[in-house]
Structure formats: structure tokens, C-alpha cells
């Protein structure tokens, strides 16, 4: 080999030991010299067998391999009935009810109304129907009319946290953490798309061809999406994330192992102490729940305004004032963006303002409004991580018109946030706080961040559950001062510590 020239790959010599051993040495040394000691016989399967857990997980890989769904929600049994008779009635209940007048009645003085009716029009179709028969008949027909026919089962039932309609044909809904799919069909892609319509058309927005996306909001608070064709291929989908009825707080989050009891008592003081949090986590793993919940430590006597661009926070106090983003007209004129509720809501007095979810700019106008006496303000954000939070907080400011360097922003936002708050929702179908992480400043042009609790994975137990356990850092808290001012530093570092 000439001078300089690398040497070959492979033929590195060895760590230890000095010449080859001679051939009649080679089997009485342990394979693999005195530095890397052989494996036991015991450890090493046997070939094409593999270890227990290996097969298992090879079994469980070849049998999702081999699996075929349908893909279509089934109707069977006792509702498939009252869905084909439900067909053969509306139609001729209709041409004998003024639509006008039966949308001014409510749901009970219609079912009043309409029970001589169907009785009238199930004589004329020679169909007999027994007493809960009758009732079902009854309940779906006012649905049909007034409600959201088929979802209205689904949206009265307390254990369906999602739903997810992906055409005429398939519903999917979430029940403890877990996806399946939902027994209602749609009569037919019109029958779909009037339901879209009819929730929409509620809070005053709109859903067609021209503008085929829209959000909404139930009565009780829940979230919808809306997507129709030409950009939904399979016929309108709607989704909708419903809103828990029963106000969720902090010590309930704790009760169902979402986060331990320091933790919990750290957030209340944090809530309490007028923090600036920013609520960090992916697509349904529980930001809005973690936030109402946090809302419940504001004190009564300050003033709240929620900006949202869909309203669906609850918060628990009294003075409270939610406002709620425009969509442009169909000349693509009058929008009212969060920049410009957040740039309204500093002339309304406000203590804290705190905004549903952070998407672009209106991050910098979020961080002004921290850094400018509204202490105690929060928002929630798509993150990963509390590092990457913070890097999707920067990225957002710079995706606006705004033109600073990013030294100034990394200090805008070192400067306002307290604490970040991780939630995420495990496979399981369980959601848990993972960090609970306080920003400190700069370092250089680096934001400094100290993790006072986290979660740890251990184990996955027989029926899937996953373990793990909240840690604490045993960190002396960066925010104890303001928690000093409120009187809460010696119950906070003893939570931390």
C-alpha cells in the first residue's frame, strides 16, 4: 500500500492481542476474544425460530397482512327495519307537513304532532308496528326533520368522544381511545350533504361547491370540519370532536393517571400565579381539555377573552368573554383574522386573553400581549416536544410580514413564556402530560429550557395498557418568584422539588 492510502475497509486489526493463535489454541479460546464474551447457547434461538416475543410479533404482522375489512358501516337487525320503513313514511309524511311550521315546534311538540300522522300513513302502507317499534319510527322521522339524522344517536351517546363520517357509507367513531366503526348509514350523498348544510348553516357559515371547506360548532360546544367535493373523493366527510359536557379539571386529569399529583399541584399554581403557558401536543391528544381545565385556577375576578377561530373552549369563570374568527365573504372581502381579534382584544381591558390555537403571526401579537401586562395569558400549539414547540413558535413568526432577525424572536419568546405543557396520547388510546417544562432565556442565540416533570415509558402490560411513571426533575423552579408573589412558592417547590 502506498503512503497515505487508506487502509481497506474490513481489515482493521484487532483491539487486543498480540499475533493469530495457532490453530491447535483456536478452540480452547472463548469465540470472540477476552473483550466481547460469547452469548450463552441458552440465548441464541434456534434457526427459524426465533425468540418468543419475536414469533409473536411475526404472527401479528403476517395476521394484519392477511386481514380484509369491508370498509362500510353494517345497519343490521332491529335498525335496518326501522330504516327501510323510515324510508317507505317520510316521503308521503312530508306532502302532509308544512316544513316551515314543523321547524318552529320543538323535537317533542313535533313528535306530538307527527304520531296521528305516521299512524295515518302506516294504515295507508298496510305496515303494523309494535309499541317501541312505533317510538323508534318516531324518533328517527323527527330526527331526519329537525336534528342531524343518523349522527344524533351517535351525538347522544356520552362513551363517542369522535366522529368521523367518511361518505354516505362508512362512519367511524372514537370510543375510549379506540376507533370503530359506527352501525348508521346515510340515505344517499344528497341525504349527507343537506346534514353538512344543516350544521353549518347554524352559526351562520356555509358549505358548497365554491367554498367546500368550512368549520363549525355545535350548541354544546363541539368542533366540526366540513369537507365536500370536488376535494372529498368519497362524498362529504364531516368530523366532529365532541365536547364533554361535565367541565373536566385538573384533580379529574390526575384521577384518570393523566399526570401525578405534583403535577397537578404545580399547574394549579402555575394557573393561579398568572404563568404564560403554552400548551403544546398533537391532533387529539387533549390541549383544549388540558387548557379548560387550567382555566379553572383564574381568579374569578379577572377578565377573559378566549379568540378562536372555531369557538369550543368552556372556560369556568364568570367574566369571561369568548370572540370568534370571520371567514371572508364569497368576494373574498371581510375577514376577521386571531392577529386582528388579539390587536382588538388589547382596547377591551382584558387580565389574560387566551387563544385556542396558534396557526401563523398571530403568535407575535400573542407574545406582545404577554410581554405588556397580561400576564397569565395561554395558548395551545401543534408540538412534539417542548423543543420543538418552541422552534414552531419562531418558524410562525417568521412565516408573517413581520421583519425582525431571529435573534429578537428567540428573545420575544424567552422572554414571555413560562412553561410549556406537553400532552400527548399514547397508542393505547390513553392521553398523559409527558413534560411539564419551564423556559429560562438565552443562552447565546439559543433558548434555555429546564424539564421539571416527564413522563417515562416502563412497560406495556397483557392487554395493551402502557405503563409508565411521572418523574420529577427535583429542579428548583425558574418561575418560584412569581409564584413568591402570590404566596405559593413553598407549596410549588416542594411539588418540583
Known amino acids: 500500500m502506498g503512503a497515505g492510502a487508506r487502509p481497506q475497509f474490513g481489515v482493521a486489526k484487532p483491539m ?11 478452540s480452547e479460546q472463548p469465540v470472540g476474544g477476552e473483550q466481547f464474551p460469547p452469548i ?3 440465548d441464541i434461538p434456534a434457526p427459524g425460530v426465533g425468540s418468543p416475543s419475536l414469533g409473536d410479533a411475526m404472527s401479528r404482522l403476517d395476521e394484519r397482512m392477511n386481514s380484509t375489512h369491508s370498509g362500510e ?47 295515518e300513513v302506516l294504515a295507508e302502507l298496510k305496515v303494523t308496528l309494535n309499541r317501541r317499534e312505533q ?23 356520552p362513551d363517542v368522544s369522535d366522529i368521523m363520517v367518511n361518505g354516505p357509507d362508512q362512519t367511524y367513531i372514537e370510543k375510549k381511545g379506540k376507533l370503530v366503526i359506527a352501525p348508521i348509514k346515510f340515505r344517499d350523498e344528497t341525504h349527507l350533504f343537506q346534514i353538512a348544510q344543516r350544521i353549518v348553516n347554524q352559526v351562520g357559515r356555509r358549505v358548497d361547491q365554491t367554498t367546500p371547506l368550512a368549520d363549525a360548532r355545535l350548541k354544546d360546544g363541539s368542533r ?12 362529504t366527510a ?68 378566549t379568540i378562536e377561530d372555531a369557538a369550543e373552549l368552556r372556560l369556568q369563570q364568570p367574566h369571561w368573554l369568548p370572540l370568534e374568527t370571520r371567514p371572508p365573504n364569497l368576494e373574498g372581502q371581510g375577514a376577521i383574522t386571531i392577529g ?5 382584544a388589547l382596547r377591551m381591558r382584558p387580565d389574560r386573553i387566551i387563544l385556542g390555537e396558534i396557526r401563523g403571526a398571530e403568535c407575535f401579537d400573542l407574545l406582545a400581549a404577554m410581554n405588556t401586562g397580561h400576564d397569565g395569558s395561554m395558548c395551545t400549539l401543534h408540538a412534539n416536544s417542548p423543543r420543538e414547540c418552541l422552534g414552531r413558535m419562531e418558524n410562525m413568526i417568521l412565516m408573517g410580514d413581520i421583519k425582525i432577525p431571529k435573534e429578537a424572536i428567540s428573545r420575544q419568546i424567552a422572554e ?55 418523574r420529577s426533575s427535583g429542579l428548583r423552579p425558574y418561575t418560584l418568584e412569581k409564584a413568591r408573589q402570590f404566596g405559593f412558592d413553598q407549596a410549588y417547590l416542594e411539588a418540583c422539588l
Not at 16 to 26: L, N, Q, V
Not at 88 to 110: C, F, G, I, M, S
Not at 141 to 156: A, R
Open 416 to 470: 414571555s413564556v413560562d412553561l410549556i405543557v406537553q400532552v400527548k396520547r399514547l397508542r393505547d388510546g390513553s392521553r398523559r402530560t409527558t413534560n411539564i417544562t419551564e423556559v429560562i432565556g438565552m443562552e447565546g442565540d439559543v433558548i434555555v429550557t429546564q424539564e421539571l416533570f416527564k413522563f417515562e415509558y416502563l412497560d406495556e402490560s397483557d392487554d395493551g395498557k402502557i405503563m409508565g411513571e411521572f
Open 40 to 42: 450463552p447457547e441458552s
Open 340 to 344: 386582528d381579534l388579539v390587536k382588538n
Open 135 to 157: 317510538f323508534a319510527l318516531e324518533k328517527v322521522l323527527v330526527d331526519e326533520l329537525l336534528g342531524f339524522g343518523p349522527l344524533e344517536e351517535l351525538l347522544n351517546d
Open 238 to 305: 364531516i368530523s366532529i370532536r365532541k365536547f364533554s359536557e361535565k367541565p373536566i379539571t385538573l384533580d379529574m386529569l390526575k384521577d384518570f393517571g393523566s399526570m401525578s399529583e405534583k403535577m397537578c399541584t404545580a399547574l394549579k399554581i402555575a394557573g393561579a400565579c398568572r404563568m404564560n403557558i403554552v400548551i403544546s401536543g398533537g391532533t387529539g391528544s387533549g390541549k383544549t381539555t388540558m387548557l379548560n381545565a387550567l382555566s379553572k385556577m383564574i381568579d374569578p375576578g379577572e377578565r377573559v377573552l
Open 73 to 119: 358501516s353494517e345497519v343490521g337487525g332491529f335498525e335496518a327495519s326501522i330504516h327501510r320503513i323510515k324510508e317507505q313514511v317520510l316521503p308521503r309524511l312530508l306532502e302532509r307537513v308544512d316544513p316551515e311550521a314543523a321547524a318552529t315546534l320543538t323535537k317533542d311538540e313535533l313528535s306530538e304532532e307527527f304520531r296521528p300522522i305516521i299512524m
Open 16 to 26: 487486543r492481542g498480540g499475533a493469530p493463535a495457532p490453530a491447535s489454541a483456536k
Open 224 to 235: 366540526v370540519n366540513v369537507i365536500v367535493p370536488p376535494l372529498s373523493l368519497r362524498g
